[in-house]
């Protein structure tokens, strides 16, 4: 059957996939020393104008390292996309990586904040690189100033054409935009209950995103309107 969109492109599984996001934002910041998982340009701006240019060098790495493990992983989701032999799709390689990436850093006490955030980061970049469209469109499921701007760019089309598209394409990434709101909520309430084993929330999401790239939804939808 030919597919329209791939399965790893789905509503669904971007939805989730952005409470992960959200998720991961809120653990690392609200429990491992406000450092962003996703945010790199916060980072960037912590590292470079703000420390750096006070010449406290430990607070400068505390933010430079998630930085590099994020680029890191955007390489590594690359070399997996290269390697992935047939057994399984190399974006099911690339969360399933993920989510046991964060089971190990709920074992990292926050003495060792350093490397869980940067563990984290590397997680995130496997994430932001390996899923960037949802139904054919370029949206992320990590952050959320580059589906701000697509979504009211489209919103504004609409209101200038009328024509339906632009009102669905605007919708589809705000909700994305509200999905990962709702794991930043979920994952800092998750953080006031277990503290540094919250994470292991945002590896049950992506364990869910794994299994989840085995079903045909297209298909289902088919069978569905028949």
């Known amino acids: 059957m030919k597919h329209k969109f791939q399965i790893s492109e789905s509503i669904r599984l971007g939805a989730i996939l952005a409470l992960s996001g959200g998720f991961m934002d809120a653990y690392s910041y609200m429990e491992r020393g406000e450092v962003f998982a996703n945010a790199q340009t916060g980072n960037m701006l912590l590292f470079g104008g703000v420390?750096?240019?006070?010449?406290?060098f430990q607070n400068t790495l505390k933010y430079l390292f998630p930085v590099l493990a994020f680029a890191l992983g955007i390489a590594l989701a690359e070399v997996v996309r290269a390697k992935a032999g047939n057994l399984l799709h190399w974006r099911q390689i690339s969360v399933l990586a993920e989510a046991l990436i964060l089971i190990a850093v709920s074992f990292f006490p926050?003495?060792?904040?350093?490397?869980?955030?940067?563990?984290?980061?590397?997680?995130?970049?496997?994430?932001?690189?390996?899923?960037r469209k949802i139904h054919g469109k370029g949206i992320a499921t990590t952050m959320c100033i580059g589906n701000l701007r697509s979504g009211t760019e489209n919103l504004h089309h609409y209101f200038h054409t009328k024509e339906r598209h632009f009102l669905d394409t605007s919708l589809l990434y705000y909700g994305i935009i509200a999905c990962f709101i709702v794991g930043a909520v979920i994952g800092n309430a998750a953080v006031q209950l277990f503290q540094t084993k919250a994470i292991l929330?945002?590896?049950?999401?992506?364990?869910?995103?794994?299994?989840?790239?085995?079903?045909?939804?297209?298909k289902k939808e088919k069978e569905l309107a028949l």
């Open 201 to 218: 929330g945002c590896s049950f999401l992506l364990l869910i995103s794994f299994f989840m790239m085995f079903i045909d939804w297209e």
């Open 110 to 131: 926050t003495a060792l904040n350093l490397p869980a955030n940067a563990l984290t980061s590397f997680a995130c970049g496997i994430q932001v690189e390996s899923f």
């Open 51 to 56: 420390h750096l240019s006070q010449g406290d």
